[in-house]
């Protein structure tokens, strides 16, 4: 049974950090495509950032891209996202997705999906 968990959110200043992890169970990560994915109240989900099943590329939507960065560890079968210079627009619900086959970063080509953990960035 494939499980998601996310963690790592919080409340964190404008220009502050944080570190999202997202740890799998009930498969093997390195074979899936993985993303980010994030809601603001009154907005659609939008896909952060995602690493492809094909090749292993990475995807960042324009509005994060050279502030945040996605990783994976496979020996731990887990998923980060490193956001830095955090902006109040960033304020959101963030969600870890991942299937296999997935050449994209579009929430509807992702079948399993996390909880979701809170993002706030306010003074």
């Known amino acids: 049974q494939v499980q998601l968990v996310e963690s790592g959110g919080g409340l964190v200043q404008p220009g502050g950090s944080l570190r999202l992890s997202c740890a799998a169970s009930g498969f093997t990560l390195d074979y899936y495509a993985i993303g980010w994915f994030r809601q603001a109240p009154g907005k659609g989900r939008e896909g952060v950032s995602c690493?492809?099943?094909?090749?292993?590329?990475?995807y960042y939507t324009d509005s994060v891209a050279g502030r945040f960065t996605i990783s994976r560890d496979n020996a731990k079968n887990t998923v980060y996202l490193q956001m830095n210079s955090l902006k109040p627009e960033d304020t959101a619900v963030y969600y870890c997705?991942?299937?296999?086959?997935?050449?994209?970063?579009?929430?509807?080509?992702?079948?399993?999906w996390g909880q979701g953990t809170q993002v706030t960035v306010s003074s």
């Open positions: 997705a991942t299937d296999k086959f997935v050449g994209s970063c579009t929430d509807a080509d992702f079948r399993s």
């Open positions: 690493i492809t099943s094909s090749d292993g590329s990475t």
